[in-house]
């Protein structure tokens, strides 16, 4: 079968890709996408995480507050709070559950504590 070989083809050729992907991803300032390595994410991830997914709406400061976000200097959730929050989302703030692993999002829950003044 010409056509189950032509498929098996570009499943492996993904599957290389995937491969190379990954090993391009493993240098530790890269985002914390990566959750290959067992490794815990340093500051430098958790803030380009931070730029990544949540400065669009809250700023780089947490007082930004487009699409209605709360300042986020004046938050009082607790640290787990914070996490639950960031990890299911809620209302118009997306959840990152599957996108950024739980020692990212335990690391961004912290991290925007120092934007409290
Ligand atoms: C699309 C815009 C948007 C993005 C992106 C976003 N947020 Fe939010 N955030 C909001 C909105 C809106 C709320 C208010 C939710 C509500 O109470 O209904 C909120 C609430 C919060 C709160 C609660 C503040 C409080 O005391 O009530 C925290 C903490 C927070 N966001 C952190 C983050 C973090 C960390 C990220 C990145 C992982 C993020 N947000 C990404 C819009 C966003």
Do not use: W
Not at 12 to 18: E, H, K, Q
Not at 95 to 114: N, S
């Amino acid at each position: 079968m010409v056509l189950s070989k032509q498929r098996y083809a570009g499943i492996s050729l993904l599957m290389t890709a995937g491969l190379l992907l990954g090993i391009g991803c493993s240098s530790p300032t890269d985002v914390p996408e990566n959750t290959a390595t067992k490794q815990p994410p340093s500051d430098a991830q958790i803030q380009r995480a931070y730029t990544m997914k949540c400065s669009l709406c809250h700023g780089g400061d947490g007082r930004l507050m487009a699409t209605k976000a709360p300042d986020l200097s004046l938050s009082k959730l607790t640290l787990e709070e914070r996490i639950a929050l960031i990890t299911y989302g809620k209302g118009t703030m997306p959840p990152q559950k599957g996108i950024l692993d739980a020692a990212t999002i335990r690391g961004i829950a912290h991290y925007i504590e120092e934007f409290r003044d």
